[in-house]
């Protein structure tokens, strides 16, 4: 991640991150033959997806990012069984179990868009504590929409052209992005 923050500075490195480690997820379960990947993510992590993608204007994605399982098209599922719980309940059920929890954020999350939402939500919980359950249930309901035909639908699961990949057009994001970084424009990556 260094490097590619060196490349492209402190704006949309989660893109790249996010989009090469879940292609590495997705990659490393098919070589173990596993048949589904269980995921950390917390109702802090999916509220602040949730608010992402409708401050985006991205309502195809919530199905995604509200579902507790996610199947596309010929990849691994992935499951959030930690979906409706609370992060500070993670953090203090390990504490009192005693067990080893991994808290380090990423250095660069501070200055990324989740980390705005992140404060935001923040924020919100302290005048509203039900915030983070009541972004989740309303994008469910959005999502719930979405699936009858009354949202934008997500895009088909198709095959990228360059590596194989499951991708959403001809070409995986992935492969756009390492293009752009190639080229010194992964800016341009990003935008397009």
Known sequence: MDAIVAEIGRKNNCTFCGVFRRQ???????????????????????????????????????????????????????????KYTYEKEIVMYAYFKQLDYFSTECIYSPFAYRGYARSFLKDLEKVRPSAIMDIIYSGEAYAAGARSGAGTATPAAGRCSQCGYMASSRVCKACVLLKGLNRGRAAAAIDG
């Open 24 to 82: 590495a997820l997705d990659r490393g379960a098919e070589r173990l033959g596993v048949s589904q990947i269980v995921t950390g993510h917390n109702a802090d992590d999916v509220a602040e997806t949730v608010l992402m993608n409708i401050s985006r204007g991205d309502i195809a994605r919530l199905r995604r990012c509200t579902d507790i399982i996610t199947r596309g098209d010929g990849a691994v599922p992935r499951s959030k069984p930690f």
